[in-house]
């Protein structure tokens, strides 16, 4: 039997799909909107997923699950507006920060930033 190490969500994420219907039912559309990555990780963690990493590029983010469940979010991204804002708030959803500290921090970052999403320590 073969088996790739590669998830569809992780490939998704590397190609840089530019949209996609996730296969959980109820989850919106992922096309980029901030606002339906939002609503979609919001379902996933009221289901009793918990946010353990972000990694982050251009093209949207790939948040994994202390289960180690994938989901990439296209409307998440390091970019001018939005984006940046809805970033921010899933990441302090998630505790990596208070949101008032992480948005002009990752408003900061490199619009092509590729990598792990930092977190911002509590004061």
């Keep these: 039997m073969n088996a790739s190490i590669v998830s569809e969500m992780l490939r998704l994420f590397r190609d840089g799909a530019d949209g996609y219907q996730p296969g959980e039912n109820g989850l919106l559309f992922e096309s980029g909107s901030p606002e339906a990555s939002l609503s979609n990780l919001r379902q996933l963690v009221a289901s ?3 946010i353990q990493d972000i990694l982050i590029r251009p093209t ?3 948040v994994i699950f202390s289960t180690g469940e994938q989901y990439f979010a296209l409307g998440l991204r390091v970019a001018d507006g939005d984006p940046t804002e809805a970033l921010a708030r899933i ?4 505790d990596f920060g208070p949101f008032d500290r992480l948005l002009p921090f990752y408003q900061a970052l490199p619009a092509d930033y590729d990598g792990k ?5 509590p004061e």
């Design 48 to 50: 009793g997923l918990v």
């Design 60 to 62: 949207g983010a790939l």
């Design 91 to 94: 990441a302090s959803e998630a």
């Design 117 to 121: 999403l930092p977190d911002v320590d």
